[in-house]
């Protein structure tokens, strides 16, 4: 089983900053997609940052170019520089790793426990 260990969570003020890392371990042949994702109280988890096994991004829109998500392949990591925060934010931020555990077994994906952003003055 591939299991993701996230960190960089914390309460910050507005304007403040963070780097959240991901770090994938157990059984896996490769690594393909990975991305971050969030969930406010009451509100549908969405996709936040995304990158390819390339090192192409996409990002959600309305950050306006405040976050910057980056690999390390040597390291099976995965980051999200998090700059000029605001209060909305605020949310779990889950990391999500595309992968296939053994060459003949297809792609699946798997999710870290998530860390909490709390951006508050």
């Known amino acids: 089983q591939v299991q993701l260990v996230e960190s960089g969570g914390a309460l910050v003020q507005p304007g403040g900053s963070l780097r959240l890392s991901c770090a994938a371990s157990g059984t896996f042949f490769r690594i393909n997609g990975m991305g971050w994702y969030r969930q406010a109280p009451g509100k549908e988890r969405e996709l936040v940052a995304s990158i390819t096994s390339t090192g192409g991004t996409n990002y959600l829109d309305s950050l306006k170019g405040r976050f910057t998500i980056s690999r390390d392949n040597a390291k099976n990591s995965v980051y999200l520089q998090m700059n000029s925060l605001e209060p909305e934010d605020t949310a779990v931020y889950y990391c999500?790793?595309?992968?296939?555990?053994?060459?003949?077994?297809?792609?699946?994906?798997?999710w870290g426990q998530g860390t909490q952003v709390t951006v508050s003055s």
């Open positions: 999500n790793v595309a992968a296939q555990r053994f060459k003949w077994e297809s792609e699946r994906n798997y």
